[in-house]
């Protein structure tokens, strides 16, 4: 047995906040904030958790891990060796020591004769994947179960992750190869339901992967007695507590002192960090709204009441990159919430069903007036209040309360609405009343897969030709990952210039609606090929310093990248300035450079990196702008986020660290994002059978005829 010296910290306990896998023998660590005992015991065995066999609740249950060897034992290790497979080995052996002693773990090795797969991407072939988007939590499930047809939909998920859940589905062990992406990613794949064949087939053609079968026999371990964990909450270790990670009761109220410090910590992080806090909203009304919040914090509050009150402050700054997150325990217990089954579109104002998701269905293209007794408008204010892009966007929070289930979601975080939802509305000129009961998020995502047929995934870059052969369409739908044919989005735009030269296309309709944003660096590529002579892309990237205090909240041990010093010059200012960004100094324009006519559809969904590539593509002139405005800020916006997590109520800040500065000049565009030359609106029968009013208009301006075929 480990003697209790071994260890500097040895815990195990619930589920933390903290996901991320920190792994580095060489330093006698092993901190996990959710991992299950079978992946555990893998590590200590030295197997893949598909060849860990033993009780079904080893992989169902995830607990947090912060071991760490103490000094004497990592220097006696090292004396006996500094071979870093030797320090591995006997960190293994220790933590298989520890395991047994707590947990009374035993088991024995055997070899199997055991059919086992391994996740692999088929050779020759790209990954037809798409990256998923930030923050989004993993989820992997079949929306149609039960069906002729199985689809598996895959949310924000590892290769990991997915072998593992082929496992238990194939009932054999599958393990991903190590030479598959880190990255977490988005599918949706299709095959025969209970036809094994079919998957596999599906696998390829849809994904890129196969599963390879290696018939040899292989070593499991097979686990003969193991205890669940015994733990006190009291014995959190610092390197778990101190970032957050142990997610609070829901129900648990804090003081007014604990709030206050809450506060301070928000208030400070912002002021330290973002550096431009002040671009949009001048500092003496962020004073104004910072000691407002303060005055109310003179009664104990929840974590999620604490949230509703900080939540539009935050918002105040009017940076889309900064808004408040609830904290983990209201996060984990929404995805059991029952919420609206609505997804609505918010028009001039006005609340429309664009999809009733409910058990009964049937309100498509209703109005609603109140909800719960509550007008919509009172509903509607305080949601808008906290949904924001950069500056005064009119665009960014009726698009984001329209699409994702966002209005569902905000209508129980921010206005308190529960179920069941007592609807007042108003349809084909009648006003009526309906109850519908709540449904969980997952419940209303199968609903909405299994009612309504989304559109193909094509990739995140499309490039069409119409029948004309004068008018290309390109459509971007995020600066991110690769495009329909599998190849990188900068190797796609060459291939679509190119062909633009060639094929002798004139006009080029450009289609960045619903993009989000992603590299920065894309964003600038594609610039390139607007523009015959060198150019500025970024005129400053600023970061205040180089070490903050509220470094000590955040969840990542290296907040900053470990070049940081590299990447910057401080400047007269006193401030650091960005020197090693890719988009940083004077550019070069691509090849084959367009100088056609450029017809841009934009709408609220458009931000981040989409916005810095349209300002630009503005401020040069020539190009016209079609949709709504722009949820990006003109002149630049912030990013590089560090999550900080306030110390009491856990409620998680995401500060940006570095400002960027567009090299534009001129302030006629104010602090609004990229307005379109012919606005576009609406109705909501337009979105109830699908009418793109947008595009309709850009082909009138390509002088395209309607309706018009692709080649």
């Known amino acids: 047995?480990?003697?209790?010296?071994?260890?500097?910290?040895?815990?195990?306990?619930?589920?933390?906040?903290?996901?991320?896998?920190?792994?580095?023998?060489?330093?006698?660590?092993?901190?996990?904030?959710?991992?299950?005992?079978?992946?555990?015991?893998?590590?200590?065995?030295?197997?893949?958790?598909?060849?860990?066999?033993?009780?079904?609740?080893?992989?169902?249950?995830?607990?947090?891990?912060?071991?760490?060897?103490?000094?004497?034992?990592?220097?006696?290790?090292?004396?006996?060796?500094?071979?870093?497979?030797?320090?591995?080995?006997?960190?293994?052996?220790?933590?298989?020591?520890?395991?047994?002693?707590?947990?009374?773990?035993?088991?024995?090795?055997?070899?199997?004769?055991?059919?086992?797969?391994?996740?692999?991407?088929?050779?020759?072939?790209?990954?037809?994947?798409?990256?998923?988007?930030?923050?989004?939590?993993?989820?992997?499930?079949?929306?149609?179960?039960?069906?002729?047809?199985?689809?598996?939909?895959?949310?924000?998920?590892?290769?990991?992750?997915?072998?593992?859940?082929?496992?238990?589905?194939?009932?054999?062990?599958?393990?991903?190869?190590?030479?598959?992406?880190?990255?977490?990613?988005?599918?949706?794949?299709?095959?025969?339901?209970?036809?094994?064949?079919?998957?596999?087939?599906?696998?390829?053609?849809?994904?890129?992967?196969?599963?390879?079968?290696?018939?040899?026999?292989?070593?499991?371990?097979?686990?003969?007695?193991?205890?669940?964990?015994?733990?006190?909450?009291?014995?959190?270790?610092?390197?778990?507590?101190?970032?957050?990670?142990?997610?609070?009761?829901?129900?648990?109220?804090?003081?007014?002192?604990?709030?206050?410090?809450?506060?301070?910590?928000?208030?400070?992080?912002?002021?330290?960090?973002?550096?431009?806090?002040?671009?949009?909203?001048?500092?003496?009304?962020?004073?104004?709204?910072?000691?407002?919040?303060?005055?109310?914090?003179?009664?104990?509050?929840?974590?999620?009441?604490?949230?509703?009150?900080?939540?539009?402050?935050?918002?105040?700054?009017?940076?889309?990159?900064?808004?408040?997150?609830?904290?983990?325990?209201?996060?984990?217990?929404?995805a059991d919430e029952p919420l609206i089954p609505l997804e609505v579109a918010i028009l001039n104002g006005k609340v429309y069903i664009a999809r009733d998701l409910s058990a009964g269905g049937g309100l498509d293209g209703a109005e609603i007036a109140s909800i719960n007794g509550v007008a919509i408008g009172r509903i509607l204010a305080p949601m808008l209040a906290v949904t924001h892009g950069d500056g005064d966007s009119a665009t960014a929070g009726p698009y984001q309360l329209s699409?994702?289930?966002?209005?569902?979601?905000?209508?129980?975080?921010?206005?308190?609405?529960?179920?069941?939802?007592?609807?007042?509305?108003?349809?084909?000129?009648?006003?009526?009343?309906?109850?519908?009961?709540?449904?969980?998020?997952?419940?209303?995502?199968d609903v909405e897969h299994i009612r309504y047929e989304d559109r193909p995934a094509h990739g995140n870059a499309t490039w069409r030709i119409l029948q004309s052969g004068s008018t290309g369409v390109l459509t971007i739908a995020s600066f991110s990952g690769e495009a329909e044919d599998g190849t990188p989005l900068a190797v796609f735009f060459e291939r679509a210039f190119t062909e633009i030269r060639d094929k002798h296309v004139s006009r080029l309709i450009l289609d960045v609606r619903d993009n989000g944003g992603g590299e920065d660096k894309l964003g600038r590529i594609l610039f390139s090929y607007f523009v015959d002579k060198p150019f500025r892309y970024y005129r400053d990237l600023i970061v205040n310093k180089l070490s903050f205090n509220f470094f000590q909240y955040a969840l990542s041990r290296q907040p900053l990248p470990a070049n940081v010093n590299e990447m910057v010059k401080p400047g007269p200012d006193g401030k650091y300035h960005v020197v090693g960004h890719p988009n940083w100094g004077i550019q070069q324009p691509a090849s084959p450079h367009f100088g056609g006519k450029a017809i841009v559809l934009i709408n609220g969904g458009s931000f981040s990196t989409t916005c810095e590539f349209l300002s630009m593509l503005h401020n040069q002139g020539g190009a016209t702008f079609i949709g709504e405005e722009t949820a990006g800020g003109y002149h630049g916006d912030a990013g590089t986020t560090v999550a900080v997590v306030l110390p009491n109520a856990r409620l998680i800040l995401p500060v940006p660290v570095v400002g960027y500065y567009m090299a534009i000049d001129g302030t006629a565009q104010g602090s609004h994002g990229i307005r379109p030359d012919f606005p576009v609106e609406y109705s909501i029968d337009d979105i109830l059978v699908g009418r793109d009013r947008a595009m309709e208009v850009a082909l009138r301006q390509a002088g395209e005829p309607e309706p018009v075929g692709v080649r």
């Not at 064949?197 to 390879?212: H, I, V």
């Open 1 to 334: 047995m480990a003697q209790p010296s071994a260890w500097q910290e040895f815990y195990i306990g619930p589920a933390a906040f903290m996901q991320r896998l920190v792994n580095d023998y060489r330093r006698g660590m092993l901190h996990a904030g959710s991992i299950s005992l079978k992946s555990l015991i893998g590590i200590a065995a030295g197997v893949p958790e598909a060849r860990i066999l033993g009780p079904d609740w080893m992989d169902a249950e995830h607990y947090a891990i912060a071991a760490t060897l103490s000094d004497e034992t990592r220097l006696r290790l090292r004396t006996r060796s500094e071979d870093p497979a030797r320090l591995a080995e006997d960190f293994k052996n220790l933590l298989a020591e520890e395991l047994e002693q707590r947990l009374h773990l035993q088991f024995h090795r055997e070899t199997r004769d055991r059919l086992s797969y391994t996740l692999q991407a088929v050779q020759g072939r790209p990954l037809r994947l798409r990256p998923a988007p930030p923050r989004e939590r993993a989820w992997i499930g079949l929306s149609r179960p039960g069906s002729r047809d199985t689809t598996l939909n895959v949310r924000s998920a590892t290769f990991h992750q997915v072998a593992n859940w082929l496992q238990r589905y194939l009932k054999q062990p599958v393990t991903a190869d190590p030479g598959l992406p880190a990255d977490a990613f988005s599918f949706r794949l299709r095959w025969k339901a209970h036809d094994q064949p079919s998957l596999f087939t599906a696998l390829k053609q849809q994904l890129g992967l196969e599963l390879a079968e290696d018939p040899r026999s292989q070593e499991f371990v097979v686990v003969d007695r193991v205890e669940r964990p015994a733990f006190s909450l009291s014995a959190v270790p610092a390197s778990l507590a101190s970032k957050g990670s142990l997610p609070p009761e829901p129900s648990a109220r804090y003081t007014p002192a604990q709030l206050r410090l809450d506060l301070k910590v928000l208030r400070e992080a912002l002021e330290e960090g973002h550096p431009g806090i002040y671009r949009f909203t001048p500092k003496a009304e962020m004073d104004r709204v910072f000691r407002d919040a303060g005055k109310r914090l003179n009664h104990p509050l929840t974590a999620l009441d604490f949230y509703r009150l900080l939540a539009p402050v935050v918002a105040r700054v009017k940076c889309g990159h900064t808004s408040l997150l609830p904290a983990r325990a209201n996060d984990d217990s929404l």
């Open 403 to 445: 699409h994702r289930q966002g209005f569902a979601r905000n209508l129980y975080l921010i206005a308190g609405q529960r179920s069941p939802f007592h609807i007042r509305y108003v349809k084909d000129g009648r006003t009526a009343e309906t109850s519908l009961a709540g449904l969980p998020s997952k419940i209303i995502r």
